[in-house]
């Protein structure tokens, strides 16, 4: 029997997927609910802007409606990128054991699993305001564009950022009832936070990548990887920077940014590029360094609220 580390080579809760049915693994697999990490990633954002727009206390419940969002939304994504990108999958080591790609989990049951998670993402999706409503629905558009990425730039990451971040306009648009300029520059700093840890992530699949013709940051940058990835990171503390001056125009506000500026800081000075293992353990930290950020954005939100 395949192992769920043997199919997903870096899954984190391996121990709790032999405790599923045997029929069940490959579509918890599918949906990488294995992987933490990347619902954590896409959470982080939408915890963001309910927090600074100074909801965090109030709209708890919001918070954990848009946790559930991530979890269904994020496994929504991987079960239609790993449909689309079945054949691709096959050819790259990292992913050709991935249930679609082995033919573990049938096409038609594919798209089943993706219609079941984009149901729980619809009840979500209900609670909230009419103006976060919609802007949640405009993110079907670049959701469904983001697999083909891979195959017409090399900046497939920056896609994924506009992706992942979607969150911190609903989050935002939902405690403030529109969209306005600090939310907008939460939303820029996290598109290019994505840029920088995509790019790490991109790292361990440089080889194969080239030989199948797959494009990515991490290709793009080529020896210059750590110093790009070092101005994402740079780009993303100073959009940050200005979203908190924006609802807070304080110093000691902006002094809530230094632990993640910190963080980010390590992840550039520790990273050794041609290590997938060293690569792979500085993107799962992201989880920490969003939770700094959502730290900063309570403490900001909070106080400006009082």
Partial sequence: MTTPHATVPDSELSGALRLLPAPARPFASLARLDRPIGWWLLFWPGAWGVA??????????????LLL?????????CVYNDIVDRDLDKQVARTRNRPLASGAVSL????????????????????????AA??????????????????????????????????ALVGWADVMGALTAPGLLLYAGSIAWVVGYDTIYSLQDREDDAMVGIRS????????????????????LALWAGAIWLVRPDLLALAALLPVAGHLAWQVLTLVPDD?????ARFRSNRGAGLLMAAACVVVGTATSL
């Fill in 276 to 280: 997938g293992d060293n690569a792979l």
């Fill in 69 to 77: 969002g991530a979890i269904a939304m994020r496994g929504a994504g």
């Fill in 52 to 65: 600074l727009a100074g909801g965090a206390i109030a709209r708890w419940d919001l918070i954990l409606w």
């Fill in 108 to 131: 038609r049951a594919a798209w089943g699993w993706l219609v079941a998670l984009c149901l729980i993402g619809l009840v979500v999706l209900l609670q909230l305001h009419v103006p």
């Fill in 217 to 236: 940051s991490a290709r793009a940058m080529g020896a210059h990887v750590r110093g790009g990835i070092a101005g994402f990171y740079a780009l993303a």
């Fill in 134 to 167: 919609i802007i949640a629905l405009f993110s079907l558009a670049p959701v469904a564009a983001y697999p083909f990425m891979k195959r017409i730039t090399w900046w497939p990451q920056a896609w994924l950022g506009i992706v992942f971040s979607w969150a």
